[in-house]
């Protein structure tokens, strides 16, 4: 069986020797190539990776990470090839830090040890957008098929090996201290737990650790592997922390941090070992930034995303920006706000959180590192900063869910979501004064709150959203758009 290239919301993924081959790896760079030669002579990419199986440090023979250097290289492409594990938002911020054509990341995020992926990132850091991966798919599978052959270079290009691990950490720091006020704190004696996952963020918080003067953390499974230790890597599954949480008590740690492999997610526990969502994280840190006089824009979010957010934007006459799925939409809002010289964030309910002074692209580290900062100035709990933004601008339960169905009846119930209206809507699931969504999927809104459903790109299943003000509705709103799919 063959797989084609397929650039979803983030990059081509597929499991390892199927979907993700060695001549998947050397099509795509092929159209890397092509398509950053078509912007400039002598262009120049960065190259990062996480430790899946293939993803080789020191350019091992039979290597996805060698085969793309020697593949860009023979094209007359300039490489920057990171010497060792190194998580996407750091590859974001080196594409703009070192005006780099583009960046390449190595990695299926928080999928299963069998997968791995690439994610391209252009010249300003941020996730590619449509028109760039469309070109590139088509460009990659013409070149997977044989329809296209790639023809050398008569001057080939050059590669070396970088690390800016420090520099990055020291940037990102020095990044809020400019832009958010942040201040100069005394940290000797505040206790952090983050789970690595196995992925490539150890090094990273040991650098911010050591530019805060935090000594008293805990690392947890830091040793990059490809197997991640037998574990789940998606942090976001509750069920994968019971040993953060159980290091976090011991240590009495005030927050406890969890990434995904590439640590461009992120997962926050309070002091009680309680999740908190990135939604309630990011208007948390709006308030903070507001009391400290930051000149804010407002927040881009996706139509998957908490309430909450619009809520807290809009009482606090800020600009609140609805996209589809996919950080890669919040890249607009994010260099407004950076043309204007004021302050916007990009959120999403799955772990991805920035603000535009740092980078266009998900960040796992960056709302941990304000947060220590809002703990140690504030003296307050992050359980008691999370009850204050829900008292403010409202509690809610999200559910997320996912519906299988067989190949064949995909066309029919695509053709249901994009064709039903309000009145079949309210009549088939008994709901009044009904709003409808189509930014992405079908969102339908109701006053006492919302479902969303969203169809996979590669596989037979519809992605359930819902939110209420208790578990109870919500968990209504699921059953509901489980009726209407059925």
């Not at 995020?109 to 996730?127: E, T, V, W």
């Not at 934007?313 to 996209?323: G, P, Q, R, S, Y």
Request: charged share 20%; proline share 5%.
């Amino acid at each position: 069986m063959t797989y084609p290239v397929s650039f979803g919301t983030s990059g081509h993924r597929g499991v390892v020797g199927e979907a993700f081959s060695l001549n998947h790896v050397r099509a795509i760079s092929l159209a890397i190539a092509s398509f950053v030669l078509s912007q400039r002579q002598n262009p120049k990419v960065v190259i990062g990776y996480d430790p899946r199986q293939g993803n080789s440090p020191d350019l091992s023979e039979g290597s996805f990470t060698r085969l793309i250097v020697d593949t860009l290289t023979d094209q007359g492409v300039n490489v920057d090839f990171y010497d060792s594990f190194s998580p996407t938002p750091l590859i974001s911020w080196y594409v703009r830090r070192y005006a780099m054509d583009g960046g390449i990341i190595l990695t299926a995020s928080h999928n299963p040890p069998q997968y791995n992926g690439i994610k391209f990132n252009p010249s300003n850091g941020a996730p590619a957008p449509s028109q760039v991966t469309e070109i590139l798919q088509k460009k990659a599978n013409a070149y997977y098929t044989g329809a296209e052959q790639p023809v050398p270079a008569a001057v080939k290009g050059t590669y070396r090996f970088v690390n800016t691990d420090a520099e990055f950490a020291q940037d990102l720091i020095v990044g809020l201290r400019t832009h958010a006020a942040l201040p100069t704190l005394d940290f000797s004696n505040t206790s952090v737990v983050v789970d690595i996952k196995h992925g490539a963020a150890g090094a990273i918080w040991r650098e911010l650790f050591a530019a805060l003067g935090i000594k008293r953390f805990e690392l947890i499974s830091e040793e990059p592997r490809a197997d991640f230790g037998g574990m789940d890597p998606n942090p976001t599954k509750q069920v994968t922390l019971s040993k953060l949480r159980e290091r976090q008590q011991a240590l009495k740690a005030p927050l406890a941090l969890a990434n995904d492999p590439d640590a461009d997610r992120h997962v926050i526990l309070d002091e009680a070992g309680a999740n908190v969502t990135p939604e309630q994280i990011a208007v948390i840190i709006l308030d903070y930034f507001i009391s400290k006089k930051v000149a804010m824009k407002g927040i881009s979010t996706t139509v998957a995303s908490s309430a909450i957010i619009k809520n807290a934007v809009l009482a606090n006459h800020l600009a609140f920006d609805e996209t589809a799925v996919g950080f890669k939409n919040f890249t607009p809002f994010l260099e407004e706000a950076e043309a204007q010289n004021v302050v916007a964030f990009g959120v999403e309910s799955s772990g991805g959180f920035t603000a535009s002074f740092h980078v266009y692209e998900k960040c796992g580290f960056l709302p941990g590192i304000i947060l220590l900062h809002l703990l140690k100035e504030t003296g307050l709990p992050l359980s008691q900063l999370k009850a204050k933004v829900e008292a403010k601008y409202g509690s809610f339960t999200f559910l997320e869910e996912e519906f299988k169905f067989s190949d064949e009846k995909k066309a029919e119930l695509l053709q249901l979501i994009s064709t039903i209206d309000v009145n079949e809507i309210e009549s088939k699931l008994d709901l009044k004064s009904v709003s409808i969504n189509r930014l992405d999927g079908l969102k339908v809104v109701v006053s006492s709150g919302w479902f969303l459903v969203r169809f996979s790109g590669t596989e037979p299943l519809a992605r359930l959203y819902a939110e209420a003000q208790d578990f109870e509705t919500a968990k209504g709103f699921v059953e509901r758009a489980k009726r209407l799919l059925a």
